[in-house]
């Protein structure tokens, strides 16, 4: 559920890690006045639809506490052809001035949100818009909107320099599992993919130290690859996240082996090809069967089997053929998607590109 | 605002109201509105779009009522126009009030400076029973000052030698830059000129600084890696021996929408891959006098990380950071320090983090190509410590 980069790419299967660590933010609780959010990136429901979204600018999470603003629309949500520009009309501005930065479904009233950056450079703001059944697109206004935060704590600092510190985090990826916000992020200095979750609510914080995670797929251990799309999954009924890597390995870690201040060593599940990275993942079932659907930014959309996830042999060998480990299938009705999201239980909604612009469309599920 | 500094910023609408004949069944109108749009002059958020003259009855009624915005959406609305000069189907998102006998509509997100926008008052006769004339205008911010585009101001490593496990550059620019597709523009050349495949990273979100005005492209550490896949069936991105350019386009858009002012390259030499992790041990600290305000300086065998040098490395005394202006040059070797205050007696050391890194990646105690087991993870914060003493005054 995150922007797609149109930069396709190149090499094949990388192994990764990530670097776990508990948010050490001070979180604060604001009822008053809306968020005062710089930009707004990756989007996730949590619980009660709670709407986590990053604001990846000034590397902090708001809880979004939707209330009425999630009713009054038709439930359901409509396609909606070129989007972007009737969002764009409602914003006050031209297609080519927004960017979509993610969509998310709630899961009540099954009505899409997507994250909009409207304009260029520093004066560019975040927005927030609602599409339900009708196909309504509405802006959800920030004002008095109830909702807390926790900001990311700041990378370390040796205390000499004053200048300011043009060190960042990028967020590229969250999900919400048992009570935990999970935060894929990398720094725009260091080169180091981190994994943190912090507990919900934000009402204390954690103060935990990094850890890394790594995946063996290459006889040798590999460090600081970027996750690109996760989602939490339970396998054996022990909570997993399953994550996705640049060309594109697949890899599994239980979550109660990221604890503070250890190394976590994940499992390699699949190859899923190279020249490629991961966009987005949903979980659902079709005819008594599990199934993850992953979109790419240059292998389509994958259809993967979730049955041989416990049981999948692990790969800690270089591949040689163009993919291994578990197998999946290509949907080939599905081109040019952008972002996914789970519509219900048998549709997906998508954002797709075509000549006309991007698409909101409902996809039955493959 | 006061309302002789609201008048003097009062922008009439940028053409004519047009005034439209009522519907033939319509009784005679009694009102005879205006729009216009009201820009405040250090806020861009609070300007507004405003139709006035719309007649005390329908203002009451409007006050009364607080319609909706499908309501609203039906009185008086605001949309872009096209460059077909047609106004789009949907109407902006905004806010609406009525003040004295005007109705304001103040929309969610400022208007671009330059674009045309589509006002249309359409009266409020379904709520209050008092008739309207039609009024449409079409409404402009002026845009804004032509602005000088944006340009490269340097890259780092400022080097033209780099190793063959060369780990990212950081572009500099000389003013905000846009939020599309920056990758697109920057491109790897190998010393035929052709275009190296995919040598780079994509992240959602991109490498920005706050200001937008340096941007971080890391190389597919998959290729920077020896052994593993990529690495094997591609090579490193970066051949030692040969020589390459970063090409930096000129389409690459700005904060203000404009191209940059030219193309920027920078070439270099590749030499054999930088394997080994930092060694504190090699460094040559120059320590200062007691008492001046001379800098401290550290030189490195290697260039270190431009970004992580600026705040990966520090000077304690007495366990405290003692604050200055800190530089970087000769090509990322030479880190100094002109403290804000005179050097004072005490036990001193020149820190380093465990987040800093080579071009290629190697933190102190710790190569990039972590291979061992029994490796224990990063440490960011970890605090390596070097003693030094001051000189005695002069």
């Not at chain 1, 990275?277 to 240059?298: A, H, Q, W």
């Not at chain 2, 003097?8 to 005679?28: D, G, H, M, T």
């Not at chain 2, 490269?152 to 905000?176: A, C, K, M, W």
């Amino acid at each position: 559920m995150r922007t797609k980069i149109l930069t396709t790419l190149g090499v094949v299967a990388l192994a990764g890690v990530a670097s776990y660590w508990t948010a050490a933010g001070v979180p604060v609780a604001a009822a008053d006045a809306g968020p005062q959010m710089t930009s707004i990136g990756p989007l996730t429901f949590g619980p009660d639809g709670v709407l986590f979204a990053a604001d990846t600018q000034a590397a902090t999470i708001y809880a979004l506490e939707l209330g009425d603003k999630a009713n009054g629309g038709a439930a359901g949500t409509r396609g909606v052809d070129a989007i972007d520009q009737k969002i764009a009309a409602l914003l006050g501005t031209d297609a080519k001035e927004i960017i979509v930065t993610d969509l998310v479904v709630h899961p009540r009233t099954k009505n899409a949100y997507i994250s909009v950056m409207r304009g260029q450079g520093t004066a560019s703001k975040p927005a927030l818009l609602r599409v339900d059944g009708a196909g309504k697109i509405e802006v959800v206004s920030f004002e008095n909107l109830k909702h807390t935060k926790v900001t990311l704590p700041n990378a370390p600092n040796a205390g000499t320099n004053p200048q300011r510190d043009p060190r960042q985090q990028s967020i590229t990826d969250m999900a919400f599992s048992d009570g935990r916000l999970y935060i894929a992020g990398l720094s725009n200095e260091e080169f180091a993919s981190k994994l943190r979750s912090v507990k919900y609510p934000f009402a204390t914080a954690d103060n935990g130290t990094s850890v890394e995670i790594f995946h063996g797929n290459h006889g040798q251990l590999e460090t600081r690859s970027p996750v690109y799309a996760f989602l939490p999954y339970s396998i054996n009924n022990t909570p997993h996240l399953v994550a996705a890597y640049l060309c594109t390995p697949l890899v599994k870690f239980p979550v109660a082996t990221l604890q503070p201040g250890t190394k976590v060593v994940g499992t390699t599940i699949a190859e899923l090809g190279n020249r490629n990275r991961p966009i987005d993942m949903v979980l659902y079932k079709k005819d008594g069967r599990e199934f993850l659907l992953m979109s790419n930014t240059s292998r389509g959309v994958m259809k993967i089997p979730t049955d041989g996830f416990a049981s999948a042999t692990p790969i800690t060998q270089p591949v040689k053929t163009e993919t291994g480990g578990i197998a999946y299938e290509t949907v080939a009705a599905m081109k040019g998607i952008e972002q996914l999201d789970l519509l219900d239980g048998s549709r997906t909604l998508a954002l797709s590109r075509s000549d006309a612009g991007l698409n909101l469309v409902a996809v039955a599920l493959p | 605002m006061s309302a002789q500094r609201r008048s003097a910023f009062r922008i009439q609408a940028a053409a004519a109201a047009v005034l439209l004949a009522a519907a033939c069944s319509r009784p005679a109108p009694r009102s005879n509105p205006e729009i216009i749009l009201v820009q405040h002059p250090t806020n861009p958020a609070a300007s507004y779009v405003a139709v006035k003259g719309i007649g005390s009855e329908t203002a009451q009624a409007l006050k009364r009522l607080q319609p909706g915005a499908e309501e609203w959406s039906r009185v008086f609305t605001v949309r872009v126009l096209g460059t077909d000069n047609a106004a789009n189907p949907t109407p902006i998102a905004g806010k609406y009030g009525v003040d004295g006998d005007s109705v304001r509509f103040t929309p969610l997100f400022p208007l671009d400076p330059g674009r045309k926008y589509q006002a249309r008052y359409e009266g409020a006769e379904f709520l209050s029973g008092e008739s309207s004339q039609l009024a449409e205008a079409i409404v402009a911010l002026p845009a804004a000052a032509a602005a000088e585009p944006v340009h490269v101001t340097g890259i780092f490593p400022s080097s033209d030698r780099v190793p063959e496990n060369q780990l990212r550059f950081y572009i500099h620019f000389s003013g905000p830059m846009g939020r599309r597709g920056s990758l697109e523009h920057v491109s790897l050349l190998d010393d035929r000129g052709k275009a190296v495949v995919d040598p780079f990273l994509p992240v959602d979100g991109e490498l920005w600084n706050a200001d937008r005005t340096r941007y971080t492209v890391f190389f597919d550490p998959g290729r920077q890696k020896r052994g593993i896949l990529p690495n094997r069936e591609m090579g490193f991105s970066l051949a030692a021996g040969h020589k390459y350019t970063l090409l930096i386009d000129r389409e690459w858009v700005d904060g203000n929408g404009n191209p940059l002012r030219e193309s920027y390259r920078k070439s270099f030499l590749v030499d054999a891959p930088d394997l080994a992790p930092l060694d504190p041990k090699g460094w040559k600290i120059t320590p200062p006098h007691e008492g001046s305000r001379d800098p401290v300086s550290v030189i490195f065998p290697e260039p270190l990380d431009h970004g992580l040098l600026m705040r990966a490395i520090g000077v304690r005394r007495n366990d405290a950071p003692v604050v200055g202006d800190v530089r970087v040059d000769s090509n990322e070797t030479r880190w100094t320090m002109t403290p804000n205050e005179p050097w004072r007696s005490g036990d001193y050391a020149l820190i380093a983090l465990g987040v800093l890194e080579d071009l290629a990646g190697n933190r102190i105690g710790r190569p990039f190509e972590v291979v061992s087991k029994d490796d224990k993870g990063e440490d960011d914060a970890a605090i390596n410590a070097v003693p030094f003493s001051l000189l005695p005054p002069r």
